[in-house]
């Protein structure tokens, strides 16, 4: 059974950092991808980021290009999320999610979810 678990969300301060972790389990090789996902309160989810399973391509949302920064180390099972000068409308649950195959920034091709965790930045 595939599992994705996140970590590391918390209250920062406006143009603080702060790194998630998504831990994968289940997968039987590492060639999945993962993707980060956000929703904020009365929002749809949307796209941050993805990586693929070699760890050698990342592609980002116009939100996150150049402030958040994708990684993984596939000896640990642990990707990561990386966000800088955070703003306070980056307030919301990140979601990581993984696939089998390359990346995608289509929501419904990921069947893997982790639960989220909620990331607010206060002014």
């Known amino acids: ?9 918390g209250l920062v301060q406006a143009g603080g950092s702060l790194r998630l972790s998504c831990t994968v389990s289940g997968f039987t090789y590492d060639n999945y991808a993962v993707a980060w996902f956000r929703q904020a309160p009365g929002k749809e989810r949307e796209f941050v980021g993805t990586i693929n399973g070699v760890g050698d391509l990342t592609s980002y949302s116009g939100l ?5 920064t994708i990684s993984r180390d596939n000896d640990k099972k642990t990707l990561y999320l990386q966000m800088t000068s955070l703003k306070v409308e980056d307030t919301a649950v990140y979601y990581c999610a993984g696939r089998d195959g390359p990346t995608t920034r289509v929501e419904s091709q990921y069947h893997y979810w982790g639960q989220g965790t909620q990331v607010t930045v206060s002014s």
Do not use: C, I
Request: proline share 0%.
């Open 1 to 9: 059974e595939v599992q994705l678990a996140e970590s590391g969300g």
């Open 64 to 68: 996150a290009q150049g402030r958040f």
